[in-house]
């Protein structure tokens, strides 16, 4: 098995403990009333939204994907951390065991923060990842940030 590692850092004008609320802790709701497209639903398996919970993702008719099954590994609500993996699902195209998410929001001095997200895609085997497939995934959160950074900014009660 090979692990690749993908980092990402995503400014925003938002402040930090409101925006991980919203990508982290809202976004089973946030993310499908936002962006429909991209995630339908989510629906949980098994635990309450903490550490071990497994949830199902059911992505939207914009995307070429049907589902995701993930389990949240740890999420810290004084740090503005959150991990999870996906485990399972057409997602994985075959030939990932895994990918695993760490998300964390800095706050900044001029009162907004930085998402920043570092993805370690779990290949099967020796498999190669295609570098597009990975550059197209990068593009899809940092779309789904802004787009929920806009919503914050029209929703400022959210």
Do not use: W
Not at 62 to 76: F, L, P
Not at 85 to 99: H, K, N, P, R, Y
């Amino acid at each position: 098995m090979v692990a690749i590692t993908y980092d990402i850092e995503i400014p925003s004008s938002i402040p930090a403990a409101k925006m991980f609320k919203a990508v982290v802790l809202d976004a089973d709701t946030v993310i499908p009333k936002i962006m429909p497209q991209a995630i339908k639903n989510v629906e949980i398996l098994e635990g309450n939204g903490g550490v071990g919970t497994v949830k199902i993702i059911h992505f939207g008719e914009g995307s070429q994907y049907k589902s995701a099954k993930h389990r949240v590994d740890a999420i810290d609500t004084e740090n503005l951390t959150h991990s999870y993996t996906i485990v399972e699902g057409d997602a994985l195209t075959g030939v990932l065991e895994s990918i695993t998410y760490h998300v964390k929001i800095v706050p900044t001095e001029d009162g907004g923060c930085i998402c920043k997200n570092r993805s370690i895609y779990h290949t099967k085997g020796d498999v190669e990842i295609n570098e597009e497939k990975i550059k197209e995934g990068k593009e899809k959160a940092m779309q789904m940030f802004k787009a929920i950074e806009a919503y914050l900014h029209a929703n400022p009660d959210a």
